[in-house]
Structure formats: structure tokens, C-alpha cells
């Protein structure tokens, strides 16, 4: 198993919640933690000693939007090490550019439905 240790920040909180059973579901073993404010997980994340080995990160959010966020991390030396899949609808192009940049090393839209959630899920975590 590749990542043991997930973050997702989403402001979302019934998104989060069906992200992260789904995420309990595919494997059970992962420590997933959510948090719904963008500034407090910079906040968090800049403090903690034990690194999340991957962050799911929603694009559309209030007080900072993904491409602030992952402005941020990737200033940071600490942070900016650590994968990030980038989810929700950002245009194409912006999306490319992210991905060019290795500032994300995935982009995957919101699925409209838990299967097919926990079928993306199985691809990128295990």
C-alpha cells in the first residue's frame, strides 16, 4: 500500500464524508483525516510532524481555493513534497498546467456516484 496517511480538504461536508467511508471501504487500514477549512489545514499542516502521504484537495472552496492551497504548500519546503490529487471541476487548461507543473500528481472530477467513487478510489490508492 502506497499511502497510508491521507488528508482531504473539502469544505464540503457530505462530500467529505462519503470520501472518506469510501476510502474506509477500499481499504481499511488507511488513516484518513478530513479538514473542511483550507487556511486551518495550511495551519495544521505546517505543525505536524507526521506528514500526510497524500492530500486529496477540493478546487472550489471558500477563503482559499485549491490553486491558493496548493500555492502554499508548494512555497512551503516541508510541504512541498507531498502528492496532491487535485478533485472537482477547474477548467482543462488549468488543470494541464498543474499537472505540467507536477503541482498535482492527479486531477479527478467529482463522481456522481459511490461506486464509481470507491472504483477511482482503488485505482489511485492502491
Do not use: C, W
Not at 505543525?47 to 500555492?71: A, C, H, S, V
Amino acid at each position: 500500500m502506497l499511502y497510508k496517511n491521507i488528508l482531504l480538504v473539502d469544505d464540503d461536508p457530505d462530500d467529505a464524508e462519503i470520501f472518506m467511508e469510501a476510502v474506509g471501504f477500499v481499504n481499511e487500514k488507511i488513516i484518513m483525516r478530513h479538514i473542511d477549512n483550507p487556511v486551518k489545514a495550511l495551519q495544521e499542516l505546517e505543525t505536524l510532524e507526521n506528514l500526510p502521504d497524500l492530500i486529496f484537495l477540493d478546487y472550489n472552496m471558500p477563503l482559499m481555493n485549491g490553486k491558493d492551497f496548493l500555492q502554499q504548500i508548494k512555497s512551503k519546503e516541508k510541504l512541498r513534497s507531498i502528492p496532491v490529487i487535485l478533485i472537482s471541476t477547474p477548467s482543462e487548461e488549468f488543470v494541464f498546467d498543474l499537472l505540467e507543473k507536477r503541482e498535482i500528481i492527479r486531477y479527478m472530477s467529482k463522481p456522481s456516484s459511490y461506486n464509481e467513487l470507491v472504483r477511482m478510489l482503488k485505482e489511485l490508492i492502491l
